[in-house]
């Protein structure tokens, strides 16, 4: 599954010693007007193009012709699946990131987490020794600026954003990083930035497990 991104994480409990259950997911009616333009754009382009196709395939003029252009007819194609891409795949992004939720636990020294659609359910878990450490990010969008606190795995998609903030502090990671008993890594490094497990100055002190 695509890795995803959460707006909205709620902790049991609202707090994180351990054993923890992270919940989740995106704003939803937020979404709505995005996803219906996109869906209208995508109706807007896309369509008129299948019906051209479907005209092309069945009118045997037109076939006869793209049998005889065969270049011209592998450009036509490479268009049309081009054109369908761009408008779909956004429109893809935009209804999963409005219908997928996530439940993350981590207790006994593992993290286990369960993605959920209405079509499909996806659970995996990996041990919290093979996490290389605890990443601070800035991420901005058309909703505006945000800090994640990510639990950072080797393979990007079994990385965990344990918070999310206006505004994360440095005794808020020194804090996680203390829970996990791992490091903090640089900012970047959940998307590939910097040296596998290399750490921030000082950091060292954070890495103390509970």
Not at 8 to 22: A, H, K, M, N, Y
Not at 71 to 78: F, N, R, S
Request: overall charge neutral; aromatic content about 6%.
């Amino acid at each position: 599954m695509q890795r995803q991104t959460y707006e909205f994480i709620e902790v049991s409990d609202g707090q994180f010693p351990l054993p923890i259950t992270l919940k989740q997911n995106n704003r939803k009616l937020a979404r709505v007007p995005g996803l219906v333009l996109m869906t209208t754009l995508a109706g807007l382009i896309v369509v008129p193009q299948i019906v051209l196709a479907a005209y092309a395939l069945a009118s045997p003029e037109v076939r006869a012709s793209l049998i005889d252009h065969p270049w011209a007819t592998v450009e036509l194609a490479v268009a049309l699946l081009f054109w369908v891409g761009l408008v779909c795949w956004p429109l893809r992004s935009m209804l999963m990131a409005t219908i997928c939720h996530r439940l993350v636990e981590i207790r006994d020294r593992e993290v286990r987490v369960i993605d959920e659609t209405p079509f499909s359910t996806v659970a995996w878990r990996a041990p919290l020794t093979t996490y290389e450490g605890i990443a601070l990010d800035v991420c901005s969008s058309l909703s505006g600026v945000r800090y994640e606190a990510t639990l950072v795995h080797p393979n990007s998609s079994r990385s965990v954003v344990l918070m999310v903030a206006e505004r994360i502090g440095d005794r808020e990671i020194e804090e996680l990083c203390r829970i996990f008993g791992l490091p903090r890594l640089p900012a970047g490094r959940m998307r590939g930035f910097g040296p596998p497990g290399s750490r921030n100055p000082g950091a060292d002190l954070a890495a103390v497990a509970a």
